[in-house]
């Protein structure tokens, strides 16, 4: 994209895209952390009686810390009607509730990365349902 905004990190000479949404230092702290092995990896996605779709390195939920309450929400929201919509023998109950569900859990990892930018990576596997 033309109106990228980059910065260049100081200790790598790299330069680091900046989303619209975060700015120079706090994508100079991610780029930091992710060279210091400190990013947490957390996988995105739903799974039964789960009541977020968050999963750490170590397959377990609890990927919660540092999340808005209003995120959180939401998230729980998400995930309660995917367990309301989705059978795990039969899949979708209504075919046509996939796709704008799929949309949303974009918009939601979107914000999970958004608030985890400094501290997580985000890697969204939940369109697979």
């Not at 810390?65 to 039969?90: H, Y």
């Amino acid at each position: 994209m033309a109106d990228e905004h980059r910065v260049l990190d100081p200790v790598t000479q790299e330069e680091l895209i900046v989303p619209e949404w975060s700015d120079d230092d706090a994508t100079i702290a991610r780029a930091a952390a992710r060279r210091d092995g400190l990013l947490r990896q957390i996988r995105f996605f739903t799974d039964y009686s789960a009541a977020l779709p968050l999963w750490g390195s170590n397959g377990y939920g609890g990927e919660e810390e540092g999340l808005s309450a209003a995120l959180i929400r939401d998230l729980r929201d998400w995930v309660a009607r995917w367990e309301r919509a989705f059978d795990p023998f039969d899949g979708w109950r209504d075919a046509s509730l996939r796709d704008p569900w799929v949309v949303e859990g974009h918009l939601l990892a979107d914000r999970v990365e958004r608030e985890l930018w400094t501290t997580a990576v985000v890697t969204r596997e939940h369109d697979w349902v």
